[in-house]
């Protein structure tokens, strides 16, 4: 048969998708707060008038939206709102200094910048460096001496649809990687990548359309826009924790029926070890996903049986790398962190950019539709991060090394420039991690290489201890360490630490730990 046929629609972009759901969920919780609930009809009207008043300060298609806010409602509708308008959201890390902070809205040359009353103060300080804020495009929650009203200037806007279209290819997105001295890189995502992103984490991460998702990070953070976009995309609700306390997310699972949740080890270790753990209901809770560092292979199993399975490790990079270990592969290959979501492809190489075969350690490479569009104003960084295989296809460099065992598991050995070159010989902290942590004595550990006149490097174990266990030496937890470790990998020195510097997303910053303790002994 002949004739002119149907013209394909476009894919829908995050806007299409919550005036979908604004129309056919209209009644259905979209996110809870507090005692604050807004309905889909809600969220999408709410969003659209944000939409609507960055368009009338001249935001327009790939302007940056910058967004210093505590979790909340507000910083929800801010950066939902900043997309429908078509612009570039900018969620900015909390945590980070004044300058680094400034450094980054500078960079993103933001024309609007929205914040809560906490943030108020500090960015009052740098609005000297940010000369392209349009006028009125200093908004707070609560308003503020030289400030516009967050609500006031949202609600005066017009209610109708955003006549903006973005682009498949307009930047969504503009996440900074985590940083606390040099600016650090940027992560661009556009709109195709970011809705495909979703796509394929919502199917391997298992959401739906009753999904309860609870965010106890914050919502700057890749890990929180997984749990959003996910159960956006699957016309589910989300709930937000304005931050975190394991007592408070065991009520709110129990409370909410949550089924869904992404957070790092050490949140579901402070949660499955909190007293109070049994005298919660998680029942609801099928799909927990854990994320941003690896998780000991006796963890993951405990926390999958307390869960009836349903536990999910995902091991990525906010670029677009993604590998999980789902619950039915857990026992088998507890020690890996899975297999490319399916869609994608990882390989391992050598140093030369040569594949190596299975079993093999080297860094990880990975392919994928959602991986990043590049680093923002860094094209020599772009580059750098870019391994070209023989076909000429564009893949990822990880800077993480990882072996691929002979069932296909991929398995992380650590960070490239983590590692410890010690007398020649390779040392990889993880390892030696890995052993600490066994230690009933020991809540958190981190080992870096430190100065040694005769080795070059040698180890150091940075140890934070369990509450109430102060009977335990350093020098004793040394030698019950080195006595289960390989001759090279022995620990030089073992010290005990108040706490370990770690960003939202959990991971270790060793270059802090190196900038104090790496002098050496």
Known sequence: MSGPG???????????????????RAGKPAVTCGTR?????????????????LRALGVGRGDAVGVLMNNGIPM???????????????????????????????????????????????????????????????????????????????????????????RPDDPCNLIYSSGTTALP?????????????AYDCGVALRYHSGTVAICPVGLFSNISWLAMLCSFLAGGSIVVMEHFEPREFLRLVERHRCTHVAMVPLQFQLVFEHPEFRSFDLRSLRAACTVGSPMLPAMKLHIARELGGGLIE?????????????????????????KP????????????????????AGEIVGWSRFVMSGYHNRPEATAEATWLDPDGRAWLRTGDIGRIDGDGFLHLVDRKKDMILSG????????????????????????????????GETPLGLVVLRSGQVSVQPEELRA????????????????FVAELPRNPNGKLLKRELRRIFGAGS
Not at 153 to 165: H, I, K, L, N
Not at 315 to 338: F, K, N
């Open 6 to 24: 149907m013209l394909p629609a476009p894919a829908p972009l995050i806007p299409d998708l919550l005036r979908l759901n604004g129309r056919w």
């Open 37 to 53: 609930t807004l309905s889909w009809r809600e969220f999408d009207a709410s969003t659209e008038r944000v939409a609507n008043a």
């Open 76 to 166: 929800v509708e801010a950066m939902f709102g900043a997309i429908k308008a078509g612009g570039c959201v900018v969620p900015l890390n909390l945590s980070v200094s004044d300058d680094g902070v400034a450094g980054m809205l500078a960079d993103a040359a933001v024309r609007a910048v929205i914040t809560t009353p906490q943030q108020r103060a500090r960015l009052d300080a740098m609005r000297g460096r940010l000369a392209g804020v349009a006028a009125g495009g200093w908004i707070c929650v609560e308003g503020g001496a030289g400030w516009t009203d967050y609500a006031r200037w949202r609600d005066a806007a017009d209610a109708g649809r955003c006549p903006v279209e973005p």
């Open 185 to 197: 890189k940027g992560i661009i995502h556009s709109h195709q990548r970011r809705i495909e992103w």
């Open 314 to 338: 995902l091991y990525g990079l906010t670029e677009g790398i993604i590998t999980t270990l789902d619950p039915e592969d857990l026992e088998a290959h507890a020690a890996s962190v899975g």
């Open 341 to 360: 979501v399916p869609g994608t492809d990882i390989r391992i190489i050598d140093d030369e950019g040569r594949e190596l075969p299975a079993g093999e």
């Open 424 to 455: 020649g010989q390779n040392i990889y902290p993880a390892d030696i991690e890995a052993v600490l942590k066994t230690h009933e004595a020991v809540f958190d550990c981190a080992v870096i290489g430190v100065a040694h006149e005769k080795w």
């Open 480 to 495: 019950w360490a080195n006595a289960r470790l390989g001759k090279q990998q022995r620990l030089s020195r073992v010290e």
